[in-house]
């Protein structure tokens, strides 16, 4: 068993709740122990960057020395979270290495144990990956050497069966920092991008970060493409229980691409 | 080009430079106010210091009401977590700053 420290940051103990639940999921059927820090507090996030870059690192660097308790590696789900974290690590003298989920569950070991697990192998889904603008770059900080076009994300849906869509915006800004301050920008990115997911033939987004999945899915009018957390496709694809209680806090319902693609 | 932002927007903070979007600047000093308050971000809590803080209502409210069908939206802000600590934080960071 591989035992990690989780920073699930405030989303996930939030309006992202499925993602923490999903991640859980995941994590325990891979066997891998998440050991919550105890006491963590919010990152800072971008708030904190912008106003006073001593306080976002301080806030974010608090959370790394607590984590320096429950291990060597500390894992964020959140992509804000992740590279905040990633820039104080590099801005102090912590031994921590910091993770995204998608680096615990992406290297070839881990990979090759989902594919094993796969129970409903989701070939008929058609899906577009979506990294936004945090978890990759910039590349100083996150250490992708393919931060134009990650790949990440697109090798775990490949492993669950299903078919990864090209497309030209898994890096684009959807605007989610600006959501309750500027609502009109935000509808206009992320409007954007979920046309250019149907243009690519894509029946849903995933993602990694709870602020693209919330600001993608929440401002959907009637386009109707389903956004889901990569762990929730995971979960699903492992015949995971519970995986199916999570859609329900969709916006969009993606229980109905989800049979289709099941049964093709 | 991103950092050259940040640095600049930090520059400006520090300088008490009025925002040209007083909107944007208005939400992360509440945000960093509910991080201060509560250790960890309430997200109701949030919108309502950002309403109080920009005077307006908040907005989106039939965007709300579907969110809390969905069960998104918590309506409980759960225990503070760290505050005596994250009151020090902050209050060390404002000291080496003079």
């Known amino acids: 068993m591989r035992a990690v420290s989780y ?26 122990e998440l050991r919550e820090v105890a006491d963590w507090t919010c990152c800072g996030a971008s708030s904190g960057y ?50 995204h989920l998608l680096d615990l569950l992406g290297d070839a070991g881990t990979l090759a144990r989902i594919r094993q697990s796969v129970q409903r192998p ?8 979506y990294y936004g603008c ?4 910039p590349p100083d900080v996150t250490g992708v050497a393919e931060y134009e076009d990650p790949q990440s994300m697109d090798r775990m849906m ?33 409007g954007r991008l979920v046309a250019m997911a149907r243009e690519a033939g894509a029946d849903c987004i995933v993602t990694a970060c709870p602020m693209c999945q919330a600001n993608l899915d929440i401002r959907q009018e009637a386009q109707g493409l389903p956004v ?10 492992m015949g995971l229980e519970g995986a199916g209680a999570w859609w329900s806090r969709h916006m969009v319902d993606p229980a109905p691409m989800l049979a289709k693609a099941e049964a093709s | 080009m991103a950092g050259v932002i940040g640095a600049l927007k930090q520059r400006a ?23 201060k308050a509560r250790g960890r971000i309430y997200e109701l809590g949030l919108i309502a210091r950002y309403a109080l803080k920009t005077r307006r209502p908040p907005g989106g409210l039939r965007l709300g009401a579907r969110m809390a069908r969905k069960g998104k939206l918590q ?15 902050f209050k060390l960071v404002k000291g080496r700053a003079r």
């Not at chain 2, 759960?78 to 005596?84: E, V």
Request: proline share 3%; glycine share 8%; charged share 20%.
């Open chain 1, 7 to 32: 920073y699930p940051g405030c989303s996930l103990h939030g309006m992202a709740w499925e993602y923490d639940a999903s991640t859980q999921a995941v994590c325990r059927a891979l066997d891998i």
């Open chain 1, 50 to 99: 912008s106003l006073d870059r001593s306080l976002g690192l301080a806030l974010a660097a608090r959370n790394l020395a607590l984590a320096g308790a429950t291990g060597d590696e500390l894992v964020a789900p959140c992509a804000a979270c992740y590279q905040r974290l990633r820039i104080a690590r590099k801005a102090s003298a912590s031994g921590v290495t910091v993770l």
């Open chain 1, 122 to 129: 989701l070939g008929g889904l058609k899906a577009v990956c």
């Open chain 1, 134 to 137: 945090l978890l990759v770059r």
């Open chain 1, 158 to 190: 490949e492993a669950i069966g299903a078919e990864v869509r090209p497309w030209s915006f898994k890096t684009d800004c959807c605007g989610a920092g600006l959501a309750i301050a500027r609502p009109g920008v935000v509808r206009r990115l992320s």
């Open chain 1, 228 to 237: 889901m957390y990569f762990t929730e496709l995971l979960a699903w694809a």
């Open chain 2, 13 to 35: 903070t520090a300088a008490r430079v009025r925002a040209g979007d007083r909107q944007i600047a208005a939400f992360h000093q509440a945000f960093l106010e509910s991080v």
């Open chain 2, 75 to 89: 309506f409980s802000p759960g225990k503070k977590t760290a505050t005596r600590e994250i009151r020090q934080l």
